[in-house]
């Protein structure tokens, strides 16, 4: 080659550095970008780190799966106490080494919620086109007391957080395939709920892609494959359509009142109109010019998919930890918007938002700060902070609760003695199983000092069919309004002479009623030992069992359930599953 040839070469060989560095520096600045605020809630997360009580319900559970007895929270009786499906078998694989459960489900947690806020912020410099970007939905996030609590907890909010903005960036990233639709139907395996979101994502994905009928359908069953196959395991399994908790909580009911006094709970003490107020602002001239303007489905999809979830929660009545039921949803609106474009618009509302971010997490807290509030809605951490008297709870022991260090000190006693006890409340009486049987609200707590071998129940229902299924008080604590009387228990688990305040009639009612009808089948249904048979029953009679409520006055439940017939079996000792 002659010197002639290289002269005329080397102008796009200096063109072509050029563009490498420039996108070597692009590539930085996008890593930068999605970093940030993955870096910015691990560390929030880390400060705050704790394990829920309704953690260690997953907890429990797992150690059961490992022991051998199966997905049950008691051996014996097959009840699914774990709202978050995938969440407890990737516990599962996490304590196949050894790991301590506990700690993996917090920390593990805390890296799935870091891990969501990186793939939200690529999906948002996806959805612009790379162009030079702003924070400003991921700064509402991480202003927020909530966000950074739950970051950790033990339960499944942090997998939520990642599977939602993974599932959002492969929408924006249009890469239809099975495995995209495969990912983007998880939602329900990750919290029933999240079934919305699957809907609404697997509709814009065919919104954006338009495939014939044959690939539509077979991105629908690869959507559908992992859950359909998950919902007949859980109705032949545990002969319900819902896990238990939905059972308890009466999830298909509406209670749009207390819904909304939930919303305010959330929303009022942070000014969230703020950050909404100057979002809304900036959308309206970013929308409407060109450059600065996002495809539309890809924008819309999570904000249609927040709004219905958002909606459901209301209409179930909330819940009583603070926020944490908002926080998918609150996520899912504000994908399009995690990161926008620089431009003027969105720089003022940026700027406007990063103000209240800062006056948001250094000043504005819940009044009810550390206790549980008046209309039941807690302060969940700050709660078992308190309790346990430790700024970093993990594994609970009450150490500034003193009526739960009593139960857990005579459940232990009673193990250690060998001696078969049933215990409602602090109140020990014989037991027709041949080790300990606790009954307490605490179910997470319960659980842990409550041998495998034995039977952690609670009066709530979240993990005891027989609690789930009796019908609502009045006025109950949002999430806790159940409460199955100790009539009932007795009869279910009790024997030997009466504990002190038991209606000998009542008890005796109670236990014809076991025997009778729906009553009799619900406790074949999680007792009897599984069989091809019981199977196949569980299938067929799911739906039915699933909407069966009995009353709590075991005199009344008798003559509704047995009428002048004989009961058609009799009650019977726990079988294994």
Not at 68 to 78: I, M
Not at 238 to 256: F, N
Not at 360 to 384: Q, T
Not at 538 to 564: I, K, M, Q, Y
């Amino acid at each position: 080659m002659t010197s002639t040839q290289l002269s005329l070469r080397e102008p796009d060989a200096v063109l072509g550095l050029l563009n490498s560095r420039r996108s070597a520096g692009r590539s930085l600045r996008r890593g930068v970008l999605c970093l940030l605020p993955a870096l910015a809630i691990a560390v929030a997360g880390f400060h705050r780190r704790w394990m829920s009580d309704d953690g260690h319900i997953y907890v429990r559970t797992v150690r059961q799966i490992l022991a051998g007895n199966g997905p049950v929270f008691n051996a014996g009786e097959r009840a699914e106490s774990s709202t978050g499906t995938l969440w407890q078998w990737l516990l599962v694989l996490a304590g196949l080494p050894g790991l301590d459960i506990a700690r993996a489900a917090m920390y593990g947690g805390l890296l799935l919620t870091a891990a969501g806020f990186a793939l939200a912020s690529l999906g948002a410099l996806r959805l612009y086109a790379d162009r030079a970007a702003l924070p400003l939905g991921c700064l509402v996030l991480l202003a927020l007391p909530p966000v950074w609590d739950f970051a950790t907890s033990g339960l499944e909010t942090g997998l939520a957080t990642c599977w939602i903005a993974g599932a959002w960036l492969l929408l924006v990233t249009r890469a239809p395939s099975p495995a995209t639709c495969v990912v983007i139907g998880l939602g329900p395996l990750v919290r029933p709920d999240l079934a919305l979101v699957s809907a609404v994502f697997l509709g814009a994905q065919w919104l954006m892609v338009r495939p014939s009928r044959r690939a539509a359908l077979g991105g629908l069953g690869a959507a559908l494959a992992l859950p359909v196959a998950y919902e007949i395991f859980r109705v032949g399994y545990y002969g319900q359509l819902m896990p238990l908790p939905g059972v308890t909580k009466e999830a298909s009911q509406s209670l749009w009142g207390r819904g909304f006094d939930y919303l305010g709970d959330f929303s009022g003490p942070y000014f969230l109109w703020v950050p909404a107020l100057f979002l809304l602002t900036a959308l309206l001239p970013s929308a409407a010019g060109r450059r600065a303007a996002a495809p539309l489905v890809p924008a819309l999809a999570p904000v249609v998919a927040g709004l219905l979830c958002w909606v459901y929660v209301i209409k179930v009545g909330g819940d009583f930890m603070h926020g944490r039921m908002f926080l998918p949803g609150l996520l899912l609106m504000l994908l399009p918007v995690f990161l926008v474009p620089l431009t003027r618009a969105w720089a003022i509302a940026a700027v406007g938002v990063g103000i209240w971010a800062v006056a948001c997490a250094s000043l504005l807290r819940i009044p009810y700060e550390g206790r549980i509030g008046p209309g039941g809605v807690a302060d969940e951490r700050g709660v078992y902070v308190q309790q346990n008297a430790a700024p970093h709870p993990l594994h609970h022991d009450f150490a500034g609760y003193p009526s739960n260090v009593t139960y857990a000190r005579l459940v232990r006693e009673a193990d250690r003695a060998g001696t078969p006890s049933l215990f409602l409340g602090r109140t020990p009486a014989g037991a027709n199983s041949p080790t300990v049987t606790g009954v307490y609200s605490t179910l997470g707590f319960s659980g842990t000092v409550v041998p495998l071998d034995g039977a952690a129940l609670d009066p709530i229902g979240l993990a005891y069919p027989l609690a789930a299924h009796s019908e609502r008080i009045a006025d109950g604590r949002v999430g806790h309004d159940k409460r199955l009387p100790d009539t009932w228990i007795f009869a279910d688990r009790g024997h030997g002479p009466l504990p002190d305040g038991l209606d000998p009639a009542g008890v005796a009612a109670a236990r014809r009623a076991l025997g009778c009808g729906p009553l009799a089948e619900l406790r074949a249904a999680t007792r009897d030992p599984m069989t091809p048979g019981r199977f196949l029953r569980n299938v067929t009679g799911a739906w039915e069992r699933t909407s069966f409520r009995f009353p709590n006055d075991p005199v009344r439940a008798e003559r509704e359930l047995c009428g002048a017939r004989q009961p058609n079996r009799q009650p019977k000792a726990l079988s294994p599953s």
